[in-house]
């Protein structure tokens, strides 16, 4: 179901100590914000906007440098004002469903937008809540004095609703400020659903609350290193592909895809990088699906097997051994290409060549060798 979301990342974060406010602050490796757009993201967010305070723009393009599909929009003196102004900047059709998402709570899954779509589709509003587990207490003249908790429950977001209809709410509101945004559509008469929450889902708030979640996180991120390496013969032809660029040339190589040693070597680098097999477990020689098929698929799937991992690519550096063509007038190309597909800065893309002064099957002109190697943050 196509869904869009508006994360309220416009905080200043106080409660949780001094420094940057606490979407921006790093959580194994990551900021805090960039965990739940990249989960939206990857849940399938149609659209998703980031409500941010003033200057903030900047710090959200760092936070979520290399991911697409999201926009910022300045966000208001209150969490309501950057719901509304999140709300403003999102286009589509109105009545499709939207979460509204704190950026503090960065572990949201795929698997909590889809309940709470399915919930929504029988309710003005849905939202994951638990139950209250600890005995609670009220402060007293007397002391401490016990509350019932029955039929207590403590709201978490994402929150879903339709988004026509959580506008014409917000409209409506003429309470204070609401600390969700289900309290202004309970106010308008709507009917919330409740979803199955989840601990995962908890807001940090306090300094104490980055540390359990470093933990959860899988503690500190760890630099891997992945190399490949590939060779490929040249036969009769007048164009060869390197490093995702034609070149004009008197041969070819010969292979079953299009025979891009570069960018199969730098495939291989990045699969090494997570343990996940060669180039050739994935796509099967033998399979005629891949005959003649551009390699720039198979340098992103594996791309995207290191972005399922949470991984992020560091940089990658690729060898081209060869005596012809000549590779340089190429290298700015290529380096383009791979920031195209790997989607990274090019101070991050490394391509040199060299030629081995005429020895062996590259030095013969039998053959053009590539190798590379990958760096990834996990
Ligand atoms: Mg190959």
Redesign the pocket.
């Known amino acids: 179901m196509r869904f869009s979301v508006v994360i309220v990342a416009a905080g200043g974060g106080t409660r949780a100590g001094p420094g940057l406010a606490k979407q921006w602050r790093l959580l194994a490796g990551r900021s805090v914000l960039r965990w739940s757009v990249q989960a939206l993201l990857a849940a399938g967010a149609r659209e998703l906007v980031v409500a941010v305070s003033e200057g903030g723009e900047s710090l959200a393009a760092n936070a979520l440098r290399g991911l697409s599909g999201w926009t910022s929009v300045q966000g208001g003196a209150t969490r309501a004002d950057s719901v509304r102004a999140g709300l403003a900047a999102i286009s589509g059709p109105a009545d499709e469903p939207v979460l509204i998402h704190d950026a503090a709570r960065p572990f949201v899954t795929a698997g909590h937008v889809t309940a709470l779509l399915e919930a929504l589709a029988g309710a003005d509003g849905a939202l994951p809540a638990l139950p209250v587990a600890d005995t609670l207490k009220r402060e007293a003249d007397s002391g401490l004095v016990t509350t019932p908790r029955e039929g207590l429950w403590r709201a978490q977001t994402p929150q879903a609703f339709r988004r026509d209809r959580l506008i014409a709410a917000y409209d409506a509101w003429t309470g204070g400020e609401p600390t969700d945004d289900a309290q202004v559509v309970e106010a308008a008469g709507g009917r919330v659903a409740r979803t199955a929450g989840d601990p995962m889902l908890m807001k940090l708030t306090y300094a104490e609350d980055f540390e359990m979640a470093e933990r959860l996180a899988g503690g500190p991120r760890m630099t891997r290193i992945g190399q490949g390496f590939?060779a490929?013969r040249w036969g009769p032809g007048e164009a060869v592909w390197l490093c995702g660029v034609r070149i004009d040339h008197d041969q070819t190589l010969i292979?079953h895809s299009d025979?891009d040693?570069g960018l199969?070597a730098l495939t291989d680098a990045l699969l090494g990088t997570i343990g996940e097999g060669d180039?050739g477990d994935h796509f099967p020689p033998s399979d005629p699906m891949w005959k003649g098929a551009s390699s720039d698929r198979f340098l992103q799937h594996a791309a995207g097997l290191v972005a399922a991992r949470g991984g992020r690519i560091i940089n990658v550096d690729v060898t081209l051994i060869c005596e012809q063509p000549k590779i340089k007038p190429h290298r700015q190309a290529m380096r383009e290409r791979l920031a195209a597909l790997l989607d990274l800065p090019l101070d991050r893309i490394s391509v040199k060549a060299t030629t081995t002064e005429k020895m062996g099957f590259t030095g013969r002109g039998e053959g053009l060798a590539a190798q590379a190697v990958a760096a990834v943050e996990v």
């Open positions: 590939d490929h292979g025979a040693a199969h180039i």
